[in-house]
């Protein structure tokens, strides 16, 4: 069953503004990652937060993690024309495979 | 180290032919995943191997099929095609770490397929 849902589905900014992604799960996780996706091409990995962290960074990215909410946002700084693709959160649970979200499809317009 | 390889990158197809995709993990990663992408359903998980044993199964017919080898390369079969096949397949390989959890998945570049 669908575990991950982002929101909003799509979000259009200009070129040095931030974009927020939210994700919504519905049970008990091991981690949850965030994940990019370019037109057409496989997802590559931007940031792990494991259930008892509840922020981190990573160069213009921050997430955070409510586990008593089930969700987590994606913060992304002084975006470029570069950081337009998809965006997946992935949830892990124990015994369990990963379950991806529909993805929110940012663009940054310059 | 070199990434997920998956080949081949396009494929096409007709209804009722069967096809093959191959995934060579990263050097190291025991754990291979495959997942269908289309544009309406979003990514769906089709089946994990680790260690040559499926491990995990998502909720797809018996014409997917899979397998993994001693060296960790994957394949996975889909049988009689049907028009509702096309996507992208993409494949994530992954260490395993204590506890079962794998983490970070690395994923290929996919394999496109078009069935016609």
């Known amino acids: 069953?669908?575990?991950g849902e982002e929101d909003p589905q799509a979000l259009s900014i200009q070129e040095g503004e931030n974009a927020t992604m939210n994700c919504s799960y519905k049970t008990s996780i091991n981690n949850l990652q965030w994940y990019r996706q370019n037109s057409g091409r496989g997802l590559v990995h931007l940031i792990l937060i494991r259930s008892n962290e509840r922020e981190k960074h990573?160069?213009?990215?921050?997430v955070t993690l409510d586990?008593?909410?089930?969700?987590?946002?994606?913060l992304i700084t002084a975006s470029?024309?570069?950081d337009t693709a998809s965006y997946f959160c992935a949830t892990e649970s124990y015994g369990q495979n990963f379950v991806f979200g529909p993805g929110t499809r940012l663009s940054v317009l310059p | 180290k070199a990434g997920v390889t998956q080949t081949?990158?396009?494929l096409i197809k007709t209804r009722g032919q069967q096809v093959t995709l191959s995934c060579s993990p990263i050097s190291g990663h025991r754990s291979v995943s495959w997942y269908q992408q289309t544009p309406g359903q979003g990514l769906q998980f089709l089946f994990e191997y680790f260690s040559e044993t499926q491990r995990n199964k998502g909720n797809f017919p018996g014409r997917f099929s899979g397998?993994?080898?001693s060296n960790s390369r994957s394949e996975m079969n889909v049988s009689t095609l049907e028009l509702g096949d096309s996507a992208l397949y993409l494949c994530a390989s992954s260490l395993v770490r204590t506890g079962g959890f794998q983490e970070t998945q690395y994923f290929g570049p996919g394999t496109?397929?078009?069935v016609l």
Do not use: D, V
Request: net charge positive; hydrophobic share 25%; glycine share 4%.
């Open chain 2, 8 to 10: 081949p990158r396009y």
């Open chain 1, 80 to 82: 470029r024309a570069a």
């Open chain 2, 112 to 114: 496109r397929l078009l």
């Open chain 1, 58 to 62: 990573s160069g213009r990215l921050r």
């Open chain 1, 1 to 3: 069953s669908q575990q």
């Open chain 2, 67 to 69: 397998r993994q080898f």
């Open chain 1, 67 to 74: 586990t008593s909410k089930k969700s987590s946002s994606l």
